[in-house]
């Protein structure tokens, strides 16, 4: 496997939550006013981060190998994902 041919990929993004980021609600429908429901949640970060890498290794004209991580962190949460891929082409 030619490993000159190899491409790598990453992405990095950053989310700030602004406004009320309560995780409570209280709904209520129009034709029945008088019978809201409380809806909750858990509750937003402020700010969180997320970046992805990927690296992806074409074996042939049509066919390539990928494999990708990503991960989003926050002060209270940590969320991780890989992926490994075989593209066809046809």
């Known amino acids: 496997m030619p490993l000159d041919k190899l491409r790598l990929e990453g992405e990095v993004a950053a989310r700030f939550e602004l406004g009320d980021r309560s995780p409570e ?3 209520a429908l129009a034709v ?3 019978q809201a ?3 909750a949640s858990t509750g937003l ?8 890498l990927g690296a992806v290794l074409p074996i ?3 066919i390539e190998v990928r494999l990708d991580y990503s991960g ?3 002060r209270n949460d940590t ?3 890989a992926l490994a891929g075989l593209n066809i082409r046809f």
């Open 25 to 27: 609600a209280l709904i």
């Open 32 to 34: 029945a006013p008088g």
């Open 37 to 39: 429901t409380r809806i």
């Open 45 to 52: 970060n402020r700010s969180a981060y997320a970046a992805r």
């Open 60 to 62: 042939t004209r049509r």
């Open 72 to 74: 989003e962190f926050s």
């Open 79 to 81: 969320e991780h994902a």
